[in-house]
């Protein structure tokens, strides 16, 4: 007996050696091992952290296992070049990391990658890819990127009082921290021929929360009269309500609260999310209901008032900027969306510094480290369908591009269908 | 992959002729005039089912995991076996059983701990052993060493996940059949191992046979694919205490 078990053991040992180990994988972002000193080492260890915390696998085509195969050898040929003296220029990079990630359906992703060994005649030392900016040049109603057209979109803006009876105009610049940036607001009351009126927003980036929470904020006075004019105006004066997500560039998720919730009695499921759970591609959590609840402060059952609420949206608003006309379409019946099909960047993100929570998200540090990937924490699932790289398609389609760039058919069109509802 | 498999195939030769080479000494040792073994040797055939309980592991890289702990879970395990007697200490034993094979992940990062996942795997079981018998003419010894196929046939989930927004962590139970993906791997073997006892009833007929049988699975072939330039394999270990019933003829 003693010496069946020992012969056993000694099987489980042999038997043990069977067993395949396992190639160090990094979870996204982990920089324990970050010792690349080579272009062909930095590509690997990216490759890497895509490959186990890219959360958007399941729908995206992208074959992985070749990218690697064809662009390793060229970032090998890169490394021979600097080892025999020659200069790596950024472009030589760019063209490279262009054809890695310029594929991907990820339309929040930016690539920003440092020449390990700066070139002498190049001027900058990081190159920037934005797959989904790629795509979306391509798209036939295309005209100019966000920045610009949030230009326009002011100068626009600035006119609007020439062209529409406007009772009231409030603008606001306020910086937020949390998102980087500097948003701008504008809040108009339209008077329609037949004295009904129209409280519509624009905001550059999705940021009504980090204002409404707190009343000494720069835009806290112009949000709060839009909210109460959408919430508070009696229904035989309020004709409808448009919010504009032009160029709206994205930002606070719990912006929704105010969107959607304010029109809510109870807590709606608007979509679900799904993070990363371990390094396998199409390792993920389980799905998970993404709820919004009825807000306390702002209230108003539009549905049951039949109030329209109008939003407008393009091809250059992304993220929340098109989740919120998502979102409103999705829970709120009285709701109409017109302009053009969205960006796409429909993924929720978090900061770089979750990504221990998520497995997935932004990663790296371009102050800091040689590399910083922006790309989505969360896959988003409405209607039972991802949306990542398609955006969402309005109800009424009004392309600028018909229009010359003119802004204002779109505007037209929402105030039209408006009027339309009594 | 060639060296894998013959390493297996070597670790197989060995442990059956190693043991076999003992059985029969043992054997031999006995005697004609004394006992047999097997208490009704004419019986070469035997038929039964078995039913009991089965507890797995998993044993994977902790590369990419940055907090999640696995531990073990529960299952089951039923199904039938046949077995033929070549001589009273040899026989092979096939089994064909679906077998739970489960685990749980838990998550133990700051305030996700209430994260978890069971992961319930059911996979129908073809054991093929070499079954070594030894002891009384009622009372008998087992010892089992072979391999087996098998094909992962479902898989569900459930635990709690958690959504977040800007502020605010929020968790949710679920509890969902997960589809299966590319990355799955349904068809795994390994090898197999353990003991077990057998009686053989008095009371009914003299064929009928009880038994109890703790068995180890462990899958040489990981559930997970691997990618070309990155190679994630994942094995589960699974020990099963099953009874059994038989009818021999």
């Known amino acids: 007996m003693k010496r069946n078990i020992i012969i056993l053991a000694a099987v489980a040992l042999i038997f043990s050696g069977c067993r395949k180990q396992a190639d160090y994988h990094p979870y996204i972002g982990e920089t324990s091992d970050l010792a690349y000193n080579s272009y062909s080492t930095q590509f690997e260890y990216l490759w890497k952290c895509i490959s186990t915390g890219y959360v958007f696998w399941d729908v995206d085509k992208t074959d992985w296992d070749n990218v690697y195969d064809e662009y390793m050898p060229k970032f090998l040929d890169l490394d021979n070049k600097h080892e025999a003296g020659q200069d790596v220029t950024l472009n030589d990079l760019d063209a490279l990391y262009r054809g890695v990630f310029g594929g991907m359906i ?282 990542e790289g398609i955006g969402l398609t309005p109800d009424q389609v009004v392309l600028r591009k018909d229009h010359n760039g003119d802004f204002k058919p779109q505007l037209d069109a929402a105030i039209e269908y408006i009027q339309g509802i009594h | 992959m060639k060296t894998r498999c013959l390493k297996l195939i070597a670790a197989v030769l060995f442990c059956w002729i190693t043991m076999g080479i003992q059985a029969q000494t043992t054997s031999e040792s006995i005697g004609k005039d004394q006992i047999p073994l097997q208490p009704d040797f004419s019986a070469k055939w035997s038929l039964g089912i078995k039913l009991g309980a089965s507890w797995t592991s998993i044993s994977q890289s902790n590369w990419g995991r940055i907090d999640e702990t696995y531990t073990s879970l529960y299952g089951g395990d039923i199904g039938v076996s046949a077995r033929y007697a070549f001589t009273d200490w040899f026989a092979l034993r096939a089994d064909l059983s679906t077998m739970t094979r489960s685990y749980r992940m838990d998550r133990n990062l700051n305030y996700l701990d209430p994260v978890y996942t069971n992961h319930i795997n059911r996979f129908v079981m073809l054991p093929i052993m070499a079954d070594f018998s030894f002891g009384g003419k009622q009372l008998q010894g087992h010892a089992y060493c072979g391999g087996y196929g098998s094909y992962w046939w479902w898989e569900s989930r459930d635990g709690r996940t958690y959504w977040m927004t800007d502020y605010y962590v929020y968790f949710e139970n679920f509890d969902e059949d997960r589809k299966f993906n590319s990355e799955d791997q349904r068809f795994i073997g390994g090898v197999v191992g353990g003991f077990g006892v057998s009686y053989t009833l008095r009371s009914l007929s003299k064929k009928d046979i009880v038994s109890l049988d703790v068995l180890y699975y462990y899958d040489l072939v990981s559930h997970h694919k691997s990618y070309s330039h990155l190679s994630d394999p994942r094995y589960l270990n699974t020990l099963t205490v099953t009874i059994g019933w038989a009818f021999c003829f």
């Open chain 1, 106 to 387: 990820d339309h929040h992703m930016k690539v920003y990658v440092k020449n390990l060994f700066p070139s002498s005649s190049d001027t900058i030392t990081k190159l920037t890819v934005r797959p989904g900016q790629m795509e979306v040049e391509k798209r036939d109603y295309y005209i100019e990127p966000r920045e610009e057209e949030q230009s326009h979109l002011l100068e626009f803006l600035s006119g609007m009082e020439a062209v529409y009876d406007i009772e009231v105009h409030e603008s606001a610049t306020a910086p937020v921290e949390e998102l980087n940036n500097t948003v701008t607001y504008h809040y108009f009351l339209i008077r329609l021929a037949d004295g009904r009126k129209i409280p519509y927003l624009w905001q550059s980036m999705a940021a009504l929360t980090p204002m409404l929470r707190d009343s000494s904020s720069p835009a806290y006075d112009l949000l709060d009269h839009w909210m109460k004019a959408i919430t508070e105006m009696p229904r035989e004066q309020l004709a409808g309500i448009i919010l504009d997500n032009r160029a709206n560039s994205g930002g606070y998720q719990d912006d929704l609260d105010y969107l959607v919730g304010t029109f809510l009695d109870e807590k709606t499921e608007i979509f679900k999310t799904r993070y990363k759970e371990g390094p396998g591609r199409y390792e993920h959590s389980a799905w998970s209901p993404y709820y919004i609840y009825p807000q306390s402060k702002y209230h108003r059952d539009i549905t049951a008032e039949n109030i329209p609420y109008v939003v407008i949206c393009d091809i250059n608003s992304v993220s929340m900027g098109e989740i919120e006309p998502t979102a409103i379409k999705a829970v709120l019946p009285t709701s109409h969306i017109i302009g053009e099909r969205t960006f796409g960047g429909t993924g929720p993100l978090q900061p770089a510094t979750s990504i221990n929570l998520n497995y997935g998200g932004p990663f790296g540090d371009i102050s800091t480290m040689s590399h910083y990937i922006y790309t989505s924490t969360f896959e988003s699932n409405i209607g039972g369908a991802v949306h």
